[in-house]
């Protein structure tokens, strides 16, 4: 099985810290976010990823020349974006046969395997897989027949309403490219999809309750820590707080078991610190407090300074008291 890993977005929505670092790059659990989902498709049996970005393109190099183990990846050098279904279709020549295709920043335990499954027992040319919300405004809706097969995908609603929303893995075959031109911007769930459901192509939707979180804002990106350190992905568990390699906190700092400090990060004494991730070799100075916030590397917050809700940017300075 080969897959592609949709990482052309620029991350405006988790500015400052995508200014320097791809968002599939920034750091989850200490570690970056691009490892774990090649590390989650290696172990559903893919071997081959092809990833394509033209935003902080040599920052992706550095990954994938420092990383070992499974999957193989290919990159294909995207000399501006082509929306989703473009990025697909550019890895066209690589896509011989049935194939994944996995959104960058969507952190889930998705079963891979059994949505493969589904996707051959019903035929179908494509088959995405949904998720359940409390609150569907910011994704639009699926619509579906008992079956799974897809009937329409509905606009945002402007009212708060649950519904099962479009979770960014997909299954596809390489028929599903033919109509989709090269080199143009092209969006796989607004024109795509719906072209195959005018055709009337098989296409299919397969519901799961795995845990599924879009880490495309400095909230999400909070609370899959968090979820993390509770033991809710993957059923993964560990140490509370999370702390990096080479890490050090002063035995008066008040560091909360809601915490993941990185590589090298230090806090000073008396420095409080809950309900936060630190990047690496992030100082906090004497008496520093921070809450509810995201700072990202060799940032430095000087002593008696207060930190609430923010996101820093990489090495953002913040001046003492």
């Not at 959104?103 to 179908?124: C, E, I, P, Q, W």
């Not at 606009?155 to 075959?173: F, M, Q, S, W």
């Not at 999809?193 to 599924?212: K, T």
Request: proline fraction near 8%; avoid cysteine; aromatic fraction near 6%.
């Amino acid at each position: 099985m080969k897959a592609v890993v949709l990482v052309g977005g620029e991350g405006t929505r988790l500015r400052p810290l995508t200014e320097t670092i791809p968002k599939p790059l920034l750091p989850f659990m200490n570690r970056p976010f691009l490892a774990q989902v090649l590390s989650h498709l290696a172990g559903h049996g893919v071997e081959e990823v092809i990833l394509s970005s033209s935003y902080l393109e040599s920052e992706f190099h550095e990954f994938l020349e420092g990383r070992g183990g499974g999957p193989g990846v290919t990159w294909i050098t995207e000399p501006q974006p082509l929306g989703t279904s473009g990025a697909v279709a550019g890895a066209r020549r690589y896509l011989e046969g049935t194939f994944f295709v996995v959104n960058g920043d969507v952190l889930t335990d998705l079963d891979l395997g059994a949505l493969l499954s589904f996707h051959r027992d019903r035929g179908a040319v494509a088959t995405i897989a949904l998720t359940p919300v409390d609150d569907a405004r910011p994704f639009g809706l699926v619509e579906r027949e008992d079956d799974g097969r897809v009937l329409a995908f509905r606009e945002k609603p402007t009212d708060r309403i649950p519904g099962e929303i479009n979770a960014g893995t997909y299954v596809l075959e390489p028929d599903v490219l033919q109509r989709v031109p090269a080199g143009v911007m092209v969006s796989i769930e607004r024109e795509t999809y719906p072209d195959l459901i005018d055709r009337g192509e098989p296409v299919f939707a397969f519901p799961s309750d795995a845990y599924w979180r879009d880490l495309g804002t400095p909230e999400a990106y909070l609370a899959a820590h968090l979820d993390a350190l509770e033991g809710e992905v993957g059923g993964r568990r560990y140490e509370r707080p999370l702390v990096g390699e080479g890490a050090s906190i002063d035995p008066s700092a008040a560091v909360g078991e809601d915490v993941v400090m990185g590589p090298g990060a230090s806090v000073g004494p008396g420095a409080s610190v809950r309900r936060s991730v630190l990047h690496r070799q992030v100082i906090l100075g004497e008496g520093a407090v921070v809450e509810g916030s995201i700072l990202g590397p060799r940032t430095v917050v000087e002593p008696g300074a207060v930190v609430t809700d923010s996101v820093l940017a990489e090495a953002a300075r913040v001046p003492a008291e």
